[in-house]
């Protein structure tokens, strides 16, 4: 499976964006062993998930820190 991450900032403007192959058969193992737990918490905490996983996603992707508040990459490589 392919996954593609794409960051906008606050004009909607794209900052950052990354592609990853990810084992599908491994994420749907590893999502039914936690199905039960799942349930029990909710649609709202499950829910929750996505933007967490989403962001760690993200975080574990960039090559180096991210300035959010600059729109750049700390070592002043260019966005795009």
């Known amino acids: 499976m392919i996954v593609k991450s794409v960051v ?3 004009a909607m403007q794209e900052v950052f964006q990354n ?3 990810i084992d ?3 994420l749907t193992v590893a999502a039914e ?3 039960e737990m ?8 499950t829910a929750g998930a996505i933007p967490f996983f989403g962001q ?3 975080t574990g ?9 600059c729109d750049s990459w700390e070592a002043g490589l260019p966005l795009s």
């Open 8 to 10: 906008l900032n606050e």
């Open 19 to 21: 592609q990853l192959e």
């Open 24 to 26: 599908a058969l491994a």
């Open 33 to 35: 062993t936690r199905e």
């Open 38 to 45: 799942a349930r029990t918490k909710g649609a709202d905490w």
């Open 56 to 58: 760690e996603l993200i």
């Open 61 to 69: 992707s960039r090559p180096t820190e991210w300035c959010m508040s």
